[in-house]
Structure formats: structure tokens, C-alpha cells
């Protein structure tokens, strides 16, 4: 049996019609699975992306209480995920602390999503409070929310328009003052 | 996400780390193959780290070339051990090139050497698919059917699924293979036909296709036509063998 099979693929004209039918049979699947290109994502993952509704949440904060995204609906937001250790997070902080102080007047909610499921809690404590940052900061103990934003590097940034949509997801930083200020400037645009 | 992956803390890093898992399973399983094949497994295995190093470093250099200014502030974060920044074309792309500069300045037999790289890559496709699995990529299309899985808000084929027990399948017949080849470059040209197909077949299934000519999934183009190119090279491979017996 063995070598009926190894003289059967050692055959070099075996292979011919192998590739024909081969041809036909796999033309055929693509005929038959073929769709618009509106049926599929063409290559990314469906949200969060800019232009669709901001996945909600419900996080403990830090200090105690809670906060629900979409109770924030009519403010604009700013999503930013982070961990106490990792540089480039600890160094955009003071941009987006000095961003929020000049636009809440206007509407803008910050949310400094903390991964905890892999961050220290006192480590994050200690770092709002050497900075003296006063936006929320929401705890995300089981990763729930890092999965569901997708995260792939941190931080990473979203900015949540009065309606809940997404208008801008900055991965990576640390971002400027001037960058988080435009990017602000455009989810404030429609007065609340 | 995934029922199955309410594993608490490690769910994030666990498709990185499946992938990390797989590279070094393929690499001792390739490194297995040296002595069958008569090759040195020493030249093996410095190949394969060769491939990886320069692998990883052109992912990180592709990558950090793409957001140019971002590194030129933080040119430190270029060590950044961040499996997400990295670009994975450039840098399979290098590495292979670095693989395969090395394997003939060192003599090694072209097609031994890629039979050698078969069953390693049958086991990284398989840990590919679990990888996958793990972080809800190659998603599957919207489907209503009694096995369909939650995912990214819809019910879906759970194409990662289908990619890891076809991935098996495959693992199984070139591992069966593997001491019945009839001649050299039988295994490789072989994994890549079923790698191929299976990639035709299941790309039917899945919900974040690339579509060009307006309705067709570029990934079963490009499958189809690796999958006659490995048949093909199978043919001439085997033509030759008959013209030059041993």
C-alpha cells in the first residue's frame, strides 16, 4: 500500500490533472463564497473604530464609586488607557490634565482608564497623586474593557464625541498638548 | 469575546504568548528533522535563531519606518517589548531572506532544507490558530447556526475554530508524511498545498475578508495560487526525480 501510494505522487504526470481539477474545484469555492464587499470588515476589527458607537462600560473608580460611559452621553469624552509603568503614558498625562482643566467648562469628560488587570492599584494611586490629576480614573480589575477597545499598545487614546461616537483613536504616545487639543476641539464641536 | 477565554489576567498576553509558544515548539521540532535529512542540526539551529533575530529586529525597524516622527522623539522605544509594534510582513521577510542567505553560504541543501522547515511550520499554523482564537482575530462571518460563537457583537462562524482543527489535520498528514517522502521538496511543496487549500476553504467562512473585483475574497486568490504553484513544483520536483534517480 505504502508503495503503491509513493509510486503514485512520484509520477510527474499524476500531477496534471490533480492541478485541473484542483483549478475548477477551487474557482468554483470562490465563485460560491464569494460576497460584497459590504458583507465583511475588509481586514479590520468592527469597533471600536472611528465612526461607530464607543463600546459601553460600567468600571469602579478609583477612590471609590463608579462610572457608566454612557451616562456621559452630551459630554464629549476622552478614553485613554494606561498602566503606571509604562513611560510614555506617565508622560502625557500632564497634557491631558491641562487639555480637560481648560475644556470642562465646555463638556469634556476624561476617562484615564487604568489596566489594572496588569498595573499595580497603589502604583496607579500613587502616580494621580503625584501629579495632582483630578479626571476620573476607572479601574479595569478583569481586562474587560482593554478587550473590548482592543487594546494592542498602551496607551491608547479615544475620543468619544457628545453622541458616543468614536472620532479618533490615537494608539500609542506619548501625544502632544497640541494633538489632544485638536482632537478635543473636534468631539466638542456641536454645542451640548 | 470568547466563552472559552475567561481566563482572569492573562487574557490579554495569551495570543502573544501562544505565538511565542509555537516558534519554539516549531524550532525543536524542525531542529528534530536535521539527522533524517543529513543535515547538521548545529547549521539548523543557528539558522533558525538567525531568521528569528533578524526577523524580530526588521519587524521593530518596519515598524518604527512606518511612524517615523513617534520613534524620532522616543528612539528608545524601539526595545519596547511590545509584541503589538511590530510590522510582521518586513519582518518574516527579512528573516527569511537572513535564513536563507545563511543556509547556502553554509551549504545546505535547498529543498532538505525546506522539507526540514515543514513540520515546524505545520506546528507554528497551528499555534497561529489558537492564537487567534485567543485574541478574536480571523473572525468569522454572521452566521445562525447552532455552533456559532459570540464575538465582536454579532453570532459568528467560529472560524478560529475551524482554523485550528483543519491546522491539525494538516499537522497530522505531514507528520504521517514526513518518513514517506518519495523525494526531496515532496514535504515542503506538500505543506504548502494543504496550508494553501486550507486557507481557501476557510477564508469562506470568515467575516473580515478583503474583497477586490468587487466581490472576491483577495485571500482565496492568493491561496489558489500558491496552492497550483506548490502542485506544480511538486510535478517538476518529481519529473526530476525520475530523470535523476537518487
Given at each position: 500500500m505504502q508503495s503503491l501510494v509513493d509510486d503514485w505522487v512520484a509520477r510527474p504526470g499524476r500531477w496534471f490533472p490533480i492541478m485541473g481539477v484542483t483549478l475548477a474545484l477551487g474557482l468554483a469555492w470562490i465563485w460560491v463564497s464569494a460576497v460584497p464587499a459590504e458583507a465583511t470588515t475588509g481586514g479590520q476589527i468592527p469597533s471600536p473604530r472611528e465612526g461607530f458607537l464607543a463600546p459601553d462600560f460600567t468600571l469602579e473608580l478609583l477612590g471609590g464609586g463608579e462610572v457608566t460611559l454612557s451616562e456621559l452621553r452630551g459630554k464629549g469624552v476622552v478614553i485613554n488607557l494606561w498602566a503606571s509603568w509604562c513611560p510614555p503614558c506617565r508622560a502625557e498625562m500632564p497634557a491631558i490634565q491641562q487639555v480637560y482643566e481648560k475644556a470642562k467648562g465646555r463638556g469634556l469628560a476624561v476617562l484615564a482608564v487604568n489596566t489594572t488587570f496588569q498595573d499595580s492599584e497603589r502604583d496607579a494611586a500613587a502616580f494621580i497623586q503625584e501629579l495632582g490629576l483630578t479626571f476620573l480614573v476607572p479601574l479595569d480589575r478583569d481586562g474587560t474593557v482593554s478587550r473590548q477597545y482592543q487594546l494592542r499598545a498602551l496607551p491608547s487614546t479615544f475620543f468619544v464625541d457628545r453622541e458616543g461616537v468614536i472620532r479618533k483613536v490615537i494608539i500609542g504616545g506619548p501625544m502632544s498638548e497640541a494633538t489632544i487639543q485638536t482632537a478635543v476641539e473636534e468631539i466638542l464641536e456641536q454645542d451640548g | 469575546?470568547?466563552?472559552?477565554?475567561?481566563?482572569?489576567?492573562?487574557?490579554?498576553?495569551?495570543?502573544?504568548?501562544?505565538?511565542?509558544?509555537?516558534?519554539?515548539?516549531?524550532?525543536?521540532?524542525?531542529?528534530?528533522?536535521?539527522?533524517?535529512?543529513?543535515?547538521?542540526?548545529?547549521?539548523?539551529?543557528?539558522?533558525?535563531?538567525?531568521?528569528?533575530?533578524?526577523?524580530?529586529?526588521?519587524?521593530?525597524?518596519?515598524?518604527?519606518?512606518?511612524?517615523?516622527?513617534?520613534?524620532l522623539e522616543n528612539p528608545l522605544s524601539l526595545l519596547a517589548l511590545n509584541p503589538t509594534t511590530l510590522a510582521p510582513a518586513e519582518g518574516a521577510l527579512s528573516g527569511m531572506l537572513a535564513a536563507l542567505i545563511y543556509a547556502r553560504r553554509k551549504g545546505l541543501p535547498l529543498w532538505g532544507t525546506l522539507d526540514a522547515l515543514a513540520p515546524g511550520l505545520a506546528v507554528f499554523s497551528l499555534a497561529l490558530g489558537f492564537s487567534h482564537l485567543a485574541s478574536g482575530d480571523a473572525f468569522g462571518a454572521p452566521a445562525d447556526l447552532p455552533w456559532a460563537i459570540e464575538l465582536w457583537g454579532a453570532r459568528r462562524h467560529p472560524s478560529q475554530v475551524y482554523e485550528v482543527l483543519l491546522a491539525g489535520v494538516v499537522l497530522g498528514v505531514i507528520l504521517e508524511a514526513r518518513l514517506r517522502a518519495p523525494f526531496p521538496g515532496f514535504l515542503f511543496l506538500g505543506w504548502m498545498v494543504l496550508a494553501a487549500a486550507s486557507r481557501l476553504s476557510l477564508e469562506a467562512f470568515r467575516g473580515d475578508s478583503v474583497i477586490v473585483l468587487g466581490a472576491v475574497r483577495l485571500a482565496q486568490l492568493l491561496s489558489l495560487g500558491l496552492l497550483l504553484a506548490g502542485l506544480l513544483g511538486l510535478h517538476l520536483r518529481a519529473r526530476q526525480t525520475v530523470r535523476h534517480p537518487g
Open positions: - | 469575546m470568547l466563552p472559552v477565554l475567561q481566563v482572569g489576567p492573562l487574557a490579554i498576553q495569551l495570543p502573544g504568548l501562544l505565538l511565542l509558544a509555537g516558534v519554539w515548539l516549531a524550532s525543536s521540532v524542525i531542529e528534530k528533522q536535521a539527522p533524517r535529512l543529513k543535515l547538521s542540526s548545529a547549521i539548523l539551529s543557528n539558522m533558525i535563531f538567525l531568521g528569528l533575530v533578524v526577523g524580530l529586529v526588521s519587524a521593530r525597524i518596519g515598524y518604527a519606518l512606518r511612524y517615523l516622527n513617534v520613534y
